[in-house]
Structures are given as structure tokens and as C-alpha cells.
């Protein structure tokens, strides 16, 4: 169902009647890695917004390497992220790691994550297939683009066409980076299926210092848009500071995308 010989036109993920993702304008979503406080999560969404991102991010359910980590909000995350809709506009992407959590995130976001942990998650992956909301699908972390695709077609099999597919680095020998993005992912996807795909910058690199270049590569390569990070305090953020944009450097770097968006 995923494969491009299904059908003949790119399917286009509709988010609400303005927003639809896979539909010629480049949509870029922007905010937080983990929701923290209600004014961190406004403060971040005003930011991205004004500097024209379409979507917030934020996580409530954090996957986490080390069980101590900070975990996220959970629910009461999921409401700062219903109540920063209400004061934006933007809707929201957030994550759900577990079925039993899936109807609880369906009521509060507009576009269901499905993270690199869990995209060969089944039972989580069938469950998305039934429910009525875009999923973003991440790619997993040593996935191979065909076991990504067969991921997509979990989804589908069960009734769920809206899905974009997101390239967010992989595990490869290098460590210079967090991951190793793999541009290539984008034009493969493009070849062989209909699904929109966009890029995550900031977990493929690890370094906002990288995030701009990468971000500005995946627009030239095709993707239908981006996934960022940005915090208004990266150095005091609870999660993924590092790789997390300034707001000011997301400005400057949506005013550069603007360019290449022309130009291609
Ligand atoms: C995220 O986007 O919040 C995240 C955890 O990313 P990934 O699943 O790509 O590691
Ligand atoms: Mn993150």
C-alpha cells in the first residue's frame, strides 16, 4: 500500500483545511524536545511561530536512554500542549510510546509521533492504523529504509493513509554526529513510495551547530518539510539542549529556507 505503483499522485497528509503536509509547501515543525512548563512550551511557540513554523513539537512521553532521565509531563504535558494550541493556533505533533497511552495523546495532538524506538513497535504501529489521525513516523534507529516502509505498511494495513515519514539519522560507525543523516533516504522514499517524508536535522546531528546545513540539504533533496528542535533557553533545557536551536537561529534559518524553497 505504501509502494508508489498503488497510486499514482503523492498522498497528501491533511492536518486541518489550512495545513496539509505533501502538498508542494514546505511545513516545518519546531519547538522543544520535551514539554517542560507551560511557559517554556508558550514562550518556544510563539517563537517558532513567528518565525513561521506550521506545527509545535513537544514531547510528553519521553523515551529516555537512562530510566533517571527526566520522563516528561505525561498528561499534564499533553494538556500545556492543548492549552498552547488554543493560545497559537499551531497544532501539535507529540509522541505516544505505548498503546495504552494511544487514546489519551489522540485527544489532545493533531499528528501522533511514532519514535525511532518504537517504529518496529507492532501492536503500536497496528494500533495507530486504526485510529483517525496523522502519524509521524519516524525512522528507527538502524532501520533499513524497506523495514521503515514495511512500518508505514502496519499502519496502513489497517485503514490509516495519513502518514508522514520522518528521516532522523541513523546508528552508523561515526560518531562525530549523533546519528548519521541519511539524506538519501529522502530521494529513495520520493522513488518508491507516495507518502510525504521530512527530515529531523536536530536528532540527526546531535549539534545545533550542524542543524541549519542539514536542514537546508533535506529542502534541496526533496523533503516535504522538517522536524526541529528549538528551546528559548538551550542551555537549561531538560532534554536535548545541545542539538536545540535559539530562537533567533531558527529565524535566520527558516529566511534561508525560504530561498532554497524558491529556488527549487
Ligand atoms: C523526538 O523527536 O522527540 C525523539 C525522541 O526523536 P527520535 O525518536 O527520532 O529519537
Ligand atoms: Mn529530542
Redesign the pocket.
Known amino acids: 500500500l505504501v509502494a508508489r505503483q498503488h497510486l499514482d499522485q503523492a498522498t497528501v497528509v491533511t492536518i486541518n483545511e489550512e495545513l496539509k503536509v505533501g502538498d508542494r509547501e514546505i511545513i516545518v515543525m519546531a519547538g522543544p524536545?520535551a514539554v517542560e512548563s507551560k511557559e517554556l512550551l508558550l514562550a518556544a511557540a510563539y517563537a517558532v511561530k513567528e518565525g513561521g513554523a506550521r506545527v509545535l513539537r513537544g514531547?510528553a512521553f519521553k523515551p529516555r536512554t537512562s530510566p533517571y532521565a527526566f520522563q516528561g509531563l505525561m498528561e499534564e504535558g499533553l494538556k500545556l500542549l492543548a492549552e498552547t494550541r488554543r493560545e497559537t493556533g499551531l497544532p501539535v505533533v507529540t509522541e505516544v510510546m505505548d498503546t495504552r497511552d494511544l487514546e489519551l495523546v489522540a485527544e489532545y495532538a493533531d499528528i501522533l509521533q511514532i519514535g525511532s524506538r518504537n517504529m518496529q513497535n507492532f501492536a503500536l504501529l497496528k494500533e495507530a492504523g486504526r485510529i483517525g489521525k496523522p502519524i509521524l513516523l519516524k525512522r528507527g534507529l538502524a532501520a533499513t529504509i524497506e523495514e521503515w516502509l514495511l512500518a508505514a505498511e502496519y499502519i496502513m494495513s489497517q485503514g490509516n493513509d495519513q502518514i508522514i515519514l520522518c528521516e532522523r539519522g541513523i546508528r552508523t560507525f561515526e560518531t562525530a554526529t549523533r546519528n548519521t543523516l541519511d539524506l538519501s533516504a529522502v530521494a529513495v522514499v520520493k522513488e518508491v513510495s507516495h507518502l510525504p517524508v521530512i527530515v529531523d536535522p536536530?536528532?540527526a546531528t546531535g549539534r545545533w551547530q550542524l542543524v541549519a546545513a542539514m536542514a537546508k540539504g533535506a529542502i534541496a533533496a526533496g523533503a516535504d518539510g522538517l522536524l526541529i528542535?528549538v528551546h528559548p533557553n538551550p542551555a537549561e533545557a531538560l532534554?536535548?539542549g545541545p542539538?536545540s536551536l535559539t530562537p533567533a537561529n531558527f529565524h535566520k534559518l527558516m529566511q534561508d529556507l525560504q530561498k532554497i524553497a524558491q529556488a527549487i
Do not use: A, N, V
Open positions: 524536545c514531547g536536530s536528532h528542535e532534554c536535548d542539538q
